[in-house]
């Protein structure tokens, strides 16, 4: 199985910081990333696929990049709204596989 | 308006069989795959497999293999997951989520179940 591995695993920051989470694959998985956001309580959402690629209706504030074993996910000025949890996960090989998250919350 | 909806939260025991359901409305339910993910209490998302509408073809992550079942029903735009005997540690949220697949390549999923709560106690 490919293991994604997310950094940090959590992180504190205010309103308006740039924020940046990482995700490593390994083994190369070419572009096939996709990231999710899950507020505590609710359904996953989905952000980014083929890890640069925005899902319809997110807003631009984020953005995905990498490609092969490593990956970025940034979020350009971080809103009450952003506060949550932060999933990658490869779909190269089955079985397809999340990382273990990364959360975010207020400072 | 694509739409999942996932069956209520279901109480079982050990043993026993338990069939969740997940219903897409909003688009045209062969063309895309269903996916169903395992969320246990306060841990991360777990891939369990995923399904091919059109004709039922499925792919198991080796963890679930065995002891849970996919299936369709595209008369009704239903996805189910199954067991025949739950476990205590079958407990968790259980999420489905449809997924694009073109011309051989997965572009992942992009909308999701509400999820459905299974609790096993004895």
């Known amino acids: 199985d490919i293991q994604m591995t997310q950094s940090p695993s959590s992180l504190s920051a205010s309103v308006g910081d740039r924020v940046t989470i990482t995700c490593r694959a390994s083994q190369g998985i070419s572009n096939y990333l996709a990231w999710f956001q899950q507020k505590p309580g609710k359904a996953p959402k989905s952000l980014i696929y083929?890890?640069?690629s925005l899902q319809s209706g997110v807003p631009s504030k984020f953005s995905g990049s990498g490609s092969g074993t490593d990956f970025t996910l940034t979020i350009s000025s971080l809103q009450p709204e952003d506060f949550a949890t932060y999933y990658c996960?490869?779909?190269?090989?089955?079985?397809?596989?999340f990382g273990q998250g990364t959360k975010v919350e207020i400072k | 308006e694509v739409q999942l909806v996932q069956s209520g939260a279901e109480v079982k025991k050990p043993g026993e069989s338990l069939r969740i359901s997940c219903k897409g409305s909003g688009y045209s339910f062969t063309n895309y795959w269903i996916t169903w993910v395992r969320q246990m209490p306060g841990k991360g998302l777990e891939w369990m497999g995923r399904i091919d509408p059109s004709d039922s073809y499925t792919n198991y992550s080796p963890a679930f293999q065995g002891h849970v079942s996919i299936s369709v029903d595209e008369s009704i735009s239903t996805a189910y997951l199954q067991w025949s005997s739950l476990k205590a540690s079958d407990t968790a949220m259980y999420y489905c989520?449809?997924?694009?697949?073109?011309?051989?390549?997965?572009?992942?999923?992009?909308?999701w179940g509400q999820g459905t709560l299974v609790t096993v106690s004895s």
């Open positions: 989520a449809r997924e694009v697949e073109a011309a051989g390549t997965v572009y992942g999923a992009d909308y």
């Open positions: 996960q490869q779909y190269n090989s089955y079985p397809w596989t």
């Open positions: 083929a890890a640069s």
